[in-house]
């Protein structure tokens, strides 16, 4: 029995496997936000402030330097009252590039929908929650299966008091 595959260009064969990469690589960073939360109760910080250096020292040395490994990255910059914490936790099947795609691309989102708000939070997988659930603790419980949490301006203990 002959087979017909050398009768097929390899650039067909190559375009094709580049096609299906592609696709299959998109497919953890298209999911659509669930839910973000400005915090109002913390105020704005305004341009040039100590507030805003600490945050960009912190999302640069947590999250734009981070190696994203683990999918995980917690750390604080400053002293009260410009304390910056800032953290990122991207679901177990979505480390390395992945992850960093997810969060640079929620971060862009996050400071456009709450700009120079001193708190924020955004969320995003592929499940849909009622904001009632969010605001019960199902946010918390089910952390593991969002595709990415990010917080920054406010400490871990009180991100879900906001929510």
Not at 93 to 104: A, K, L, Q
Request: glycine share 10%; net charge positive.
């Amino acid at each position: 029995m002959s087979s017909t595959f050398g009768s097929v260009p390899i650039l067909t064969v190559v375009a094709i496997q580049l096609f299906l990469i592609r696709n299959v690589l998109s497919l953890n960073v298209t999911n659509a936000y669930l839910h973000h939360k400005c915090n109002n109760t913390q105020g704005i910080y305004k341009r040039g402030s100590a507030f805003e250096k600490n945050l960009n020292i912190a999302l640069r040395t947590v999250i734009f330097n981070g190696d994203f490994r683990t999918g995980f990255r917690y750390g604080d910059v400053g002293e009260d009252p410009n304390t910056v914490f800032v953290m990122y936790q991207c679901r177990g099947d979505s480390y390395w590039s992945n992850c960093r795609t997810c969060v640079t691309t929620a971060l862009s989102g996050l400071r456009k929908r709450c700009p120079r708000n001193k708190g924020a939070i955004i969320c995003g997988g592929e499940e849909n929650w009622d904001e009632e659930g969010v605001r019960n603790g199902a946010v918390y419980e089910r952390l593991s299966v969002y595709n990415l949490l990010i917080v920054f301006g406010m400490d871990f203990q009180n991100v879900f008091r906001v929510l």
